[in-house]
């Protein structure tokens, strides 16, 4: 007893040290180690409300409902060993804390939420006020819900989700990333920027430079909408997370996401790739539409990748480390301006 003592004080010491090490990630249910998240799809839905605008009422549902639409999809990923689901539903186009953490209780899943502002389809999910505020003042509201709570949940956000149009950034658009990296040196929230081609990505790190933040905080949304895939790995290159997250939205996918993971496997650059499906969801303005199911992946590119010489380490790399990493909250400052 008097020999085992030391070690195991020791032991807890070093399993203190590794947690600390592997810093926090924020879920719906509270704070988790980062080594706790394990198997995770890294962009995917439950409710996305695409039929209302900022302004107007949200179309009307109960959790219940919404439970029943999702919850036997949760429960088929889980039978792959999923054990985290990032929900990048923002403010006014869906987000249901309430829902997320309920879905949570029921199936154990790690769930993250965000705060931000979705400026993509041309501002329709902003509401008016916002669009005429500076960025310092929608950081200052994102950082709020950071540090109280949404919507008096006291749940609180896990990462900031943005949203761009698919061309060169407007003004007001420059303004969300500007918010956006004004949030994260107050919080160290990671930035995922919905964003398609390259152009506005380099516009965004440029942006997020101006106020010193580094690449390393921010995840180009939708990345595999950009064709030139030379931009992708230069954009890797800087130390930003390419995410390939649209599996199963397109035939074409089916072959570009093996090739696009082979090159950056060529490369060097896997540790700077995250994939999903940007898939779901229950919309209540639309209950009938068909659910698009989160295993895709799962039953078709994992065996592809295999196939084509990928390790098991490697695709724990993708599906594991590098989430883990990605939503690691911690402030990543811009060190070589
Ligand atoms: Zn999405």
């Known amino acids: 007893m008097m020999r085992i003592q030391p070690i195991l004080i020791l032991m807890l010491l070093l399993t203190g040290c590794v947690s600390r090490q592997a810093g926090k ?21 439950v409710l996305v409300d695409f039929t ?7 179309e009307p549902y109960t959790l219940d409902e919404a439970v029943a639409h999702v919850l036997p999809f949760l429960k088929e990923l889980q039978a792959h060993g999923v054990k985290a689901f990032v929900e990048c539903t923002p403010m006014h186009v869906g987000r249901d804390v309430r829902l997320l ?24 999910f902003i509401p008016k006020q ?17 540090e109280q709570g949404i919507e008096g949940t ?23 990333a500007r918010a956006a990296a004004i949030t994260h040196k107050a919080t160290g929230l990671t930035i995922m920027a919905h964003t398609g081609p390259a152009v506005a990505a380099f516009q965004q790190l440029d942006i997020l430079r101006e106020e010193g933040v ?78 698009k199911p989160y ?7 994992l065996p592809r990748l295999r196939q084509e ?19 690691t909250v911690k402030k990543r400052l811009f060190t070589n301006p």
């Not at 295993?295 to 590119?301: A, G, I, R, S, V």
């Open 295 to 301: 295993t895709p992946l799962f039953d078709e590119l």
């Open 52 to 58: 209302r605008q900022a302004d107007n009422a949200p």
């Open 25 to 45: 990630i924020i879920t719906v249910n509270g704070e988790i180690s980062a080594d706790e998240l394990g198997l995770t799809l890294e962009h995917e839905h």
């Open 101 to 124: 953490k309920r879905l949570s209780d029921e199936t154990g899943l790690h769930i993250l939420t965000n705060t931000g502002f979705y400026g993509a389809q041309n501002n329709r």
């Open 309 to 327: 010489g990928f390790t098991d380490a490697e695709l724990n790399q993708l599906l594991v480390t590098n989430p883990a990493t990605a939503f």
């Open 214 to 291: 580094s690449p390393e905080a921010f995840i180009w949304t939708h990345a595999s909408d950009e064709k030139d895939w030379d931009k992708l790995v230069r954009v890797a290159r800087l130390g930003a997370w390419i995410s390939l997250d649209k599996y199963g939205w397109k035939e074409d996918y089916r072959e570009d996401y093996p090739r696009l993971l082979l090159k950056f496997k060529s490369e060097g650059l896997l540790h700077n790739v995250l994939l999903s499906h940007d898939a779901g969801w229950f919309d209540p303005g639309q209950p009938d539409q068909p659910f």
């Open 154 to 176: 006291g749940i609180k956000p896990g990462f900031i989700k943005i949203g761009v149009d698919r061309k060169p950034l407007s003004e007001f658009h420059a303004t969300l």
């Open 130 to 146: 916002v669009l005429l505020m500076d960025a310092e003042a929608i950081a200052q509201f994102w950082i709020a819900e950071f």
